[in-house]
């Protein structure tokens, strides 16, 4: 198992190095020149060349990667140019809040994605079956901005039952329960996509391994029927399931972006869109980058999981 | 296979004169009663239909539409659905609905469409050329696509986009850009299925030319998963190409989208006015029903 997890770690060093590259080139394609937008159009060439010289953008490109790179390693993520704050500073705060707000839309998914799925499959082409069904094919379709703005409608607006948008109320106290009624929307907003899809998902693996060989040995030596699901039927079922869990993970941490919008969510996601609106490349950088790396390391934690329940994945 | 001759020319004339066969009396038959059970399954035909009609209306919109979607009446601002004229109503600027929503889904199915087959064909091409020649070429590009698929598909797709300047062009870029991993990964998949195949040995046998071998037995092999894969993709990216919109990075105001018309409506609807907002609402409804009909169709054809 050390072994699996060395490797897993070590494999990914390079693409982690390519996704700096590649972040690093993101802002190279954006147009207009840092100089002119740092100093405005009136600037003098002088200025601008003096500008560019204390910035190290009068350096060839790999340089500059390679500055950039040893100051991303050290924390040091830059200014912002919209607030002069440090990006650090700006970012990680947010970052916690959607970390919030994936996780517990992640559970949501989880629980509902997990019951629905597994019921649905043990009573295949009931009633229940295809009504469940056919409702995850209706939230897996629709976009959650529009769900979210849907659900803002019922709830928010027309029943007053919950908060419209942000993460503390003004005049509340800002206590736990004042954030947990915020992140109520759009917890449900965006996990009902994934929920969907995980719900589908089980419910194939499930009945996928109902039909399998052992199965029907198990059920003739005469084992109950909940232990038969529970011990033959969905520990064999889990490894896909996982794997596409983990991948709802990823959606969540990059895909919570619109919902984050619609509710005005403080986290990375309205982070991201403020600082587009307001071409602060160097938080789009390091927004993305973070985003980008606890996508890696998700993935690499789905491994790990899908290693320890299958023996046969650590041999391969 | 096995009737052909020993010698290696005469092979690779006669792989490359082998020209399409014509359509017998049989195949015409299967494809007839391949339609017959589409037909059959309600669900589908449905579903078809109902994508067939949106097609065909976004593509005549203004046959149908009385107004052009940008034409603006301030005298006529906010009209209710149903109202003489203006059946689906008039947003904020007096704007006729039905004929932004016809024009708007123009944008949105181009959105759908263009960078799927694109990327498809990039993909296609990549996950081909690297599950045929593996070694090094296979190495290279296949760690390459890795590093995109790092990213969260839509971060990646707005990360993109909000760098350039917001526009149709720099929506359909970074969805294709975000899209050519999915493809190429699927592709090199099934050709690393097809490549052993027994057929394939005996071609290569017979001293046909890898490039020939490439295009003439492998790709027709790998292009049904890819083709099946871009129908589902296509319902998924009109939703991405909307929520770009919906952020402002794809198309610009004036010109209708959906994603930017749901963007649009809730400005209306100030917190606590309580008001139902039915032109933001038929938008919305439109953009998951066209994904849905898309999702359907694969799964049965």
Partial sequence: MTAFVARRLVGVLPVILGVSIVIFLLVQLAPGDAATALLGPQATEAAKAELRHALGLDQALPLQYFAWLSRTLTGDFGKSIATQLPVATLVLPRFVNTLILAFSSLLLAIVIGYSVGLFAALRARSMFDRASMATALLAG??????????LVLLFAIQLRWLPVSGMRDMAGDGGPFDVLRHLVLPTVTTALGPAAIIARIVRSTVIEALGRPHVRVARSKGLTRATLIRRHVILNALPPVITITGLQLGYLLGGALLTEVVFAWPGLGSLLYDSITARDLPVIQATTLLIALSFVLANIVVDLINAGLDPRLREA | MSSLPASGSAVRSKLASAAPAPIEKSQAGARFWRLKSFARDRGALVSGLFLLAM??????????????????????????????????????????????????????????????????????????????????????????????????MVLLAIAIAGSMRPGVLTEILAITIVLIPYFARLARTATEGVTPMPFIEAARAAGGAPMTIMLRYVLPNVFSPVVVYATTLMGLMIVVGSGLSFLGLGVQPPTADWGAMVAGGPRRAAPGSACHDPARLRHSRRVARVQLSRRRRPRRA
């Fill in chain 2, 55 to 152: 097609v065909l209306a976004v593509v005549f919109a203004p046959l149908i539409a009385h107004y052009g979607p940008d034409e603006a009446d301030n005298f006529a601002r906010y009209k209710p659905i149903g109202t003489l004229d203006h059946i689906l109503g008039t947003d904020q600027q007096g704007r006729d609905m039905l004929a932004r929503l016809l024009f708007g889904g123009r944008v949105s199915l181009l959105v759908g469409v263009v960078p799927t087959l694109v990327a498809g064909a990039i993909g296609l091409g990549l996950g081909l050329t690297a599950g045929f020649i593996r070694g090094l070429v296979d190495q290279i590009i296949m760690r390459c696509l890795d590093v995109v698929f790092a990213f969260p």
């Fill in chain 1, 141 to 150: 379709s629709a976009p959650p901005f529009w769900l979210g703005l849907i």
